[in-house]
């Protein structure tokens, strides 16, 4: 169960460093007071020559027949959750539910199992640019957090190995909540634990199903596309980049040009203040 890294205390406020003598801090001023980021597609890309080798791997593991290729794969992802999905393709191959019921555990198992061996190769890079404003953000004292459907079996390994897990104050994973996305669950359960309001914060997704989430959380979100989510439905980000930050800039597909510099802390507080 992925629980809070802490709860996110205001800037300087820390029960280890302040008298209850002092005057109380004055109220944060700063609109920006969290950034929540999705996993597979926006701080890793995971789905093609990860999650997808992995299931491939239990199919075969299996003695199973079935084999993803990198197109079907990009259909399937519209169902979220691994899980799901193999229970989807299951029933849709011809197993009876029961049976597909079944094996679905046993593979997904597998597959989490696999692909966690994955992370922990080093095989998974992050995004160009996320460690970098995971790190700018935190040194404004600005929260970041995790709302991913991904299990969390392989989740916190791999913000561990990319990041540090100390670079987030809370996660929130598939395996912490029962609605996936498109569902708000994660997203809501993620402002619970930050102690804010949706007004308080900007979400990062790449999907349609990420970004439906966020919105109907009440988050204002800006995705970054990558192949596979490219030409999906985002209307609701108020921006969508073709990648969170690059040394020349990056190309705004909709939004504001602001946007072309990338995901700085500066861009996402003026969103937040009612800019871009
Ligand atoms: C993407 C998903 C996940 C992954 C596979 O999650 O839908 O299901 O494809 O991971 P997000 P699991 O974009 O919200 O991070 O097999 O662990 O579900
Ligand atoms: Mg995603």
């Not at 080798?53 to 084999?67: D, I, P, Q, S, T």
């Not at 691994?82 to 539910?97: A, F, M, N, V």
């Not at 040194?139 to 390994?157: F, I, M, Q």
Request: aromatic letters at 6%; one cysteine or more.
């Amino acid at each position: 169960m992925s629980t809070a890294r802490r709860q996110h205390l205001p800037q300087g406020a820390s029960p280890a460093t302040r008298p209850d003598t002092d005057p109380p801090l004055p109220e944060r001023v700063d609109p920006l007071r969290a950034v929540i980021f999705d996993v597979d597609g926006t701080l890793a890309d995971t789905e093609r020559d990860g999650h997808r080798v992995a299931f491939n791997e239990a199919f075969e593991a299996a003695g199973l027949h079935y084999r993803w290729d990198v197109e079907e794969y990009g259909e399937l992802l519209t169902i979220t959750g691994g899980r799901r999905r193999i229970e989807h393709y299951l029933q849709s191959s011809g197993h009876s539910p029961t049976e597909a019921a079944a094996l679905t555990v046993q593979l997904h198992r597998d597959k989490t199992h696999r692909f966690a061996a994955l992370v922990r190769t080093g095989a998974i890079q992050s995004r160009p640019g996320a460690a970098e404003l995971i790190s700018a953000l935190r040194t404004e004292g600005v929260a970041t957090a995790v709302a991913t459907t991904g299990t969390d079996d392989w989740v916190l390994p791999l913000l561990d190995m990319l990041f540090g897990l100390d670079a987030f104050d809370v996660v929130v994973t598939g395996s912490d909540v029962t609605d996936l996305k498109p569902h708000p669950a994660v997203y809501l359960e993620t402002l619970v634990r930050l102690h804010l309001t949706p007004a308080d914060a900007v979400a990062v997704e790449d999907s349609a199903n990420g970004v439906q989430a966020a919105v109907s959380a009440g988050l204002r979100c800006v995705a970054v596309v990558n192949e596979y989510t490219r030409d999906q439905d985002l209307s609701g980000a108020v921006a969508v980049l073709d990648d969170l930050a690059r040394p020349d800039g990056v190309s705004v597909l909709r939004g504001d040009p602001q946007w072309a510099e990338g995901l700085t802390v500066a861009a996402l507080r003026r969103l937040v203040a009612g800019g871009a």
